[in-house]
């Protein structure tokens, strides 16, 4: 069998290379693809891990209350439990660092005396002065990381300015760590301060983020963190470090899934590369095929060979693929890290994590799927016939024989797609949306066969009258070469269909997301602390200045905001606090269902909830329904009033009003505020006055509504970013087919261009003939793309989307989606034919004609 | 009149060189009907090749009324073949993904010249070589004198003063290869066309008015020929 494979196949690659190296590559950009983005998430929620892991160090249990602080006391009630040998407090923030920097910098606040037992520092410096951490007891002083320091050209006695809310605070470096245990967090943007300086610095006085505990070792870890609920307050948990990781990767789960599923449709289209290439070489190898098996090779002989071939494609594709997607995974990283920081958590992934599995599944799959695509070809040769010539002519006319099959396969295929995209999620994921979707592109597939003759049909006319013999022919080459174009119009109309039905979704969410914004969003200055960007609801605006707003003569109104992470059923929600009736007065929420100013009512005065669409989505609870909330006093029931469109998070929102939040939670900062001017036109002035006059003291940004729903937009566009690179690495997938395609046709009808060129045929005109061929495969792949894509794009947004994230996105099939598509696929198909065609008519007329 | 002078073609195949014409001299009249004679590979269909414009010597000249092939470039030896030569092949060479009508009248068309008048053209040539209930047909539904038959009547369709035939019986049983031969014989002696026949076969050779044997590349004298 090996030198079967020496001698018959690994010969025949090298005989045609163009053809063999352009099938290798598509199959390469596939893995590639699904390789980058596995590699890319991986490196993302594994930046994540590490930075919760090194800040953790030795920590077994944590105490904490998710989005808020706790009263600092109870950690002296705490300490002494049971099988707790160490314990120490911790306060942490996000904060900027002030420009030139502007970076992130996650900053740790911690007890000098007892964090030692749980995370190293190892410090340059004195060792006596580092081992006891006593610099940090100077005023203002902070130590930072080796990595920090050499990027931004600090030292220690540097002054180091933080954005911290709305103030801006100095900082003298005092310490520089190396870059082991913590100091590895956040990609060594990290820093501590003493707890003390810390809990002023954060506006935590008297309040602590965390308590980080040792146990001991003969103690059961169920047992203590059991005996330590019972004295902890409702709203305060305990739980190990590690927790924290599920959640993040709970969170992104829907995100993930969809990208990885993204990733697949290159390799998709690369299937049909392979099985095009493989068709096309046993029609062309016929006759050595019958010389073998006259010889004695068996049947089965014959099918091993070829799909050996197929693998030896994947083998290579697989190698040229991971390299490929090592140097892809750089760009997509940053891509989806700033997608995942963005969307979910700040994450700081700058090392590629490379997995040897990931490696081993992308070579898997690339074999995989080429030996699944070589599998029909091969099976062909295999029932070659000694003294049968499987001649071009037999296989088209299996094909045209079997249009009708093909084409209610294909409807039957789409009825199944209708039928999966009707059914329920399952475990939360739209497993039938998918499937739903690969339906639709299968059915189209089998559909294509059909569909080409019928729109070749169509268009013969018009390309018969524009031009003219060599239109005709290559009009009649489409229909009669079925068999080779329409597997190569199946690759392009699958790629078109990603290409057009992502467009769709994205717009139509684009579209969606702008509306809701100048809906919901109707404020004419929004004021935030300047590091909220990086920290989050952590950053508060000061009283002073929401006072100072509500006096300035020109605002109308003012709705002041407090917004703070919670844990319902074991996912972060946003539980946002705001001033109703100026919500009812000025933003224009829309509800799913009942009258607004009904709705809004019950919330102010009769302390009722709203929640949003994808909240209600994922914990099944609609208005009249109860939902219950942990508060310092303990779980406590909230009716909802109403269910109302929003696109903030993924993870959804629960709306109470502020006086009766504050009442309930005793918390009266404010992340936000929102100013309703009496004229809008005096916008500009009325910032400066805001901010001007405070400047000294706090650092507050005055957003205009404008530049909020423009940073949105920005945001959304930045998130989607990779969806549009990946579909147009698919589209290059496709036209590699296309270009493979009609170079394989230049081949197999060398004696017709030759008796062409005999009977007069200048080489222009089998140029022309050539790019017409590939125009017309191009546009009959625009046709049935456009159609697939626009019911691919309804699964997507109705479905896929619906079920994965919540929310509700209307559709929007934007006419330029289809324009641009078509000029692509003009431009491509031109591109494409460009090579083959001048290869056809460089052949030698008097070698084309002569029979071997 | 056709003239080759001192006329040489050397293939290379791989490392070897294969010299299919050696210094060959001929000279074929206006309205003759020639037929050129010799084992497989003593150069005929390269003779045949090179008189119909579709390949070139590696030295010598060929002269088709004065003009030497050799200073043509691609579009005017294309042009030289569309209006002033007809080839008939010995595997007929036909495009499959055409009827027999489309075939015969494909030269027409790739002209520029209207559908309209090609195929007018093409079914009287049909008619002429008694083809013409066939039209709608493809090649793989017609048997091979047929075939030949419409290969015969593309060569037509352009009215050229020159048909080639390399081998035009060889793929035909002997009452299929007579007809073909006979209605070349009727464009020599009907249509004044100069016909050159390439064949093995001297009993096909007979049709010609004149014979020339080749041999090793080499046209040999009347008297080193052996009919």
């Known amino acids: 069998m090996i030198h079967l494979v020496r001698l018959f196949s690994l010969r025949h690659f090298s005989r045609e290379k163009w053809k063999s190296g352009l099938t290798i590559l598509g199959i390469a950009l596939g893995v590639a693809v699904f390789i980058s983005i596995r590699i890319s998430i991986h490196s993302a929620l594994d930046a994540f891990r590490s930075t919760v892991d090194h800040v953790a160090g030795k920590t077994h249990l944590e105490v904490t209350s998710p989005g808020k602080g706790f009263d600092e006391n109870l950690f002296l009630q705490i300490k002494n439990t049971g099988g707790i040998v160490a314990a120490t407090p911790v306060v942490q923030y996000v904060a900027r660092s002030s420009p030139p920097i502007n970076q992130p910098l996650f900053v740790l606040g911690i007890d000098i005396f007892t964090d030692r037992r749980f995370r190293d520092y190892q410090f340059i410096g004195t060792?006596?002065?580092?081992?006891?951490?006593?610099?940090?007891?100077?005023?203002?002083?902070?130590?930072?990381?080796?990595?920090?320091?050499?990027?931004?050209?600090?030292?220690?006695?540097?002054?180091?300015?933080?954005?911290?809310?709305?103030?801006?605070?100095?900082?003298?470096?005092?310490?520089?760590?190396?870059?082991e245990g913590p100091a590895k967090a956040l990609g060594g943007n990290f820093a501590i301060l003493d707890i003390a300086h810390a809990q002023e610095a954060f506006d935590k006085v008297g309040l602590l983020d965390r308590i980080d505990l040792l146990l001991d070792p003969r103690a059961s870890l169920e047992a203590v963190a059991a005996g330590l609920r019972e004295k902890l307050p409702p709203n305060v948990v305990v739980r190990r470090p590690q927790t924290r990781n599920r959640q993040v990767e709970n969170m992104i789960g829907a995100f993930r899934l969809n990208l990885t599923a993204l990733s697949f449709v290159s390799l998709f289209v690369g299937m049909f590369l392979i099985y095009n290439s493989m068709s096309i070489s046993v029609i062309r190898r016929r006759r050595e095929i019958g010389i073998l098996r006259s010889l004695g090779v068996s049947e089965r002989q014959v099918l091993t060979l070829f799909l050996a071939e197929g693998a030896i494609l994947g083998v290579l594709g697989a190698i040229l693929g991971i390299g490929i997607g090592l140097v892809m995974a750089k760009f997509t990283l940053a891509s989806v890290s700033k997608t995942v920081t963005a969307l979910y958590i700040l994450v700081k992934a700058e090392r590629l994590t490379i997995s040897p599995i990931t490696l081993l599944l992308g070579a898997v799959i690339s074999v995989g799927v080429s030996v699944i695509s070589a599998a029909g070809p091969a099976r062909e040769a295999a029932r070659t016939k000694p003294r049968e010539a499987l001649s071009l002519n037999y296989l088209e006319r299996k094909v045209w024989v079997h249009i009708?099959?093909?084409?209610?396969?294909?409807?039957?295929?789409?009825?199944?797609?209708?039928?999966?995209?009707?059914?329920?999620?399952?475990?939360?994921?739209?497993?039938?949306?998918?499937?739903s979707a690969f339906l639709i592109l299968v059915g189209f597939s089998l559909i294509t066969p059909g569909g080409t003759r019928w729109l070749n049909a169509l268009f013969a006319p018009v390309v018969e009258r524009f031009f003219k013999t060599e239109g005709r022919l290559a009009s009649h080459y489409v229909n009669d070469s079925l068999t080779r174009t329409a597997i190569t119009i199946a690759a392009l109309m699958t790629a078109l269909a990603m290409l057009i039905s992502i467009s769709i979704m994205i717009l139509s969410f684009r579209k969606t997301v702008a509306i809701w914004v100048d809906q919901a969003i109707t404020a004419?200055?929004?004021?935030?602390?300047?590091?909220?960007?990086?920290?989050?609801?952590?950053?508060?605006?000061?009283?002073?200045?929401?006072?100072?707003a509500r006096g300035h003569p020109d605002v109308e109104e003012i709705d002041t905001i407090r917004v703070s992470e919670m844990d319902y059923g074991g996912r972060v929600v946003l539980l946002w606090?705001?001033?109703?009736?100026?919500?009812?007065?000025?933003?224009?929420?829309?509800?799913?269902?009942?009258?607004?100013?009904?709705?809004?009512?019950?919330?102010?005065?009769g302390g009722?909830?709203?929640?949003?669409?994808?909240?209600?989505?994922?914990?099944?609870?609609?208005?009249?329904?109860?939902?219950?909330?942990?508060?310092?006093?303990?779980?406590?029931?909230?009716?909802?009033?109403?269910?109302?469109?929003?696109?903030?998070?993924?993870?959804?929102?629960?709306?109470?009003?502020?006086?009766?939040y504050r009442k309930i939670w005793g918390d009266v900062r404010i992340n936000r505020a929102t100013l309703y001017l009496k004229d809008p036109s005096r916008l500009e002035e009325v910032r400066r006055e805001l901010v001007g006059p405070l400047s000294g003291k706090y650092q507050v940004l005055a957003v205009s509504n404008r530049e909020l729903r423009d940073e949105i937009l920005r945001i959304f566009d930045q998130t989607f970013a990779i969806a549009h690179a990946l579909k147009v690495i698919a589209f290059i997938v496709a036209i590699l087919g296309i270009i493979n395609s009609m170079l394989a046709m230049v081949i197999e009808r060398e004696r017709d261009i030759g008796i062409l060129r005999a009977i007069g045929t200048f080489k222009a005109q089998i140029r022309k003939m050539t790019l017409v061929e590939a125009q017309?495969?191009?546009?009959?792949?625009?046709?049935?793309?456009?159609?697939?894509?626009?019911?691919?794009?309804?699964?997507?947004i109705y479905v896929i989307n619906k079920q994965s994230f919540g929310w509700t996105i209307q559709f929007f099939p934007v006419p330029s989606v289809f324009v641009q598509s078509l000029v692509l696929v003009v431009v491509a198909s031109l591109l494409a034919g460009l090579f083959p065609a001048h290869a056809a008519s460089k052949k030698t007329v008097a070698e084309s004609v002569k029979m071997e | 009149m056709i003239k080759l002078v001192d006329v040489t073609k050397i293939y290379r195949q791989g490392t070897q060189q294969v010299t299919a014409l050696d210094r060959v001299n001929l000279e074929i009249q206006r309205g003759e009907f020639l037929a050129i004679t010799g084992p497989s590979g003593c150069g005929k269909s390269t003779l045949l090749n090179l008189l119909g414009g579709l390949d070139v010597p590696t030295s010598g000249r060929v002269i088709i009324e004065g003009v030497d092939l050799a200073d043509m470039d691609d579009v005017r030896l294309t042009q030289f073949r569309r209006e002033r030569v007809g080839i008939i092949f010995q595997f007929f060479n036909l495009i499959p993904i055409l009827d027999v009508r489309e075939n015969v009248a494909l030269p027409f068309l790739i002209r520029g010249m209207p559908t309209k008048e090609a195929n007018e053209r093409a079914t009287e040539l049909l008619q002429m070589v008694g083809l013409l209930d066939r039209q709608s047909h493809h090649a793989q539904d017609i048997s091979g004198g047929e075939m030949q038959r419409v290969a015969i009547a593309r060569a037509l369709i352009n009215d050229p003063d020159i048909i080639l035939a390399d081998e035009p019986t060889g793929n035909l049983d002997s009452t299929s290869g007579k007809k073909i031969l006979e209605v070349l014989s009727r464009l020599n002696t009907d249509l004044k066309k100069t016909v050159i026949l390439a064949t093995h076969s001297s009993d096909t050779a007979g049709f010609a008015g004149r014979q020339l044997m080749m041999r090793d590349g080499q046209v040999l004298t009347e008297a080193e020929g052996e009919y």
């Open chain 1, 127 to 179: 060792v006596e002065e580092s081992s006891l951490l006593q610099f940090l007891l100077k005023p203002r002083a902070i130590a930072i990381t080796k990595t920090f320091a050499e990027k931004f050209g600090l030292h220690k006695e540097s002054r180091l300015d933080l954005l911290i809310g709305s103030k801006e605070l100095s900082f003298i470096v005092k310490g520089i760590m190396e870059e």
């Open chain 1, 404 to 435: 009708g099959t093909f084409m209610l396969a294909g409807l039957g295929a789409l009825a199944l797609a209708l039928i999966f995209a009707l059914q329920k999620p399952v475990l939360g994921r739209p497993v039938f949306g998918f499937a």
């Open chain 1, 524 to 548: 004419d200055i929004i004021l935030t602390p300047a590091s909220a960007a990086i920290s989050g609801w952590d950053a508060f605006v000061p009283p002073e200045v929401v006072e100072h």
């Open chain 1, 577 to 605: 606090a705001a001033v109703t009736p100026v919500l009812l007065h000025q933003a224009r929420l829309r509800f799913l269902r009942g009258d607004e100013a009904e709705i809004i009512e019950r919330v102010t005065r």
């Open chain 1, 608 to 660: 009722e909830v709203i929640v949003s669409e994808t909240f209600s989505m994922k914990f099944g609870l609609r208005e009249g329904q109860d939902l219950l909330m942990q508060t310092p006093g303990g779980l406590r029931e909230f009716r909802i009033a109403g269910v109302f469109y929003d696109y903030t998070t993924e993870n959804g929102m629960i709306i109470v009003d502020l006086a009766i």
């Open chain 1, 776 to 796: 017309l495969m191009g546009l009959v792949g625009f046709v049935l793309g456009a159609v697939s894509g626009v019911l691919l794009s309804m699964v997507l």
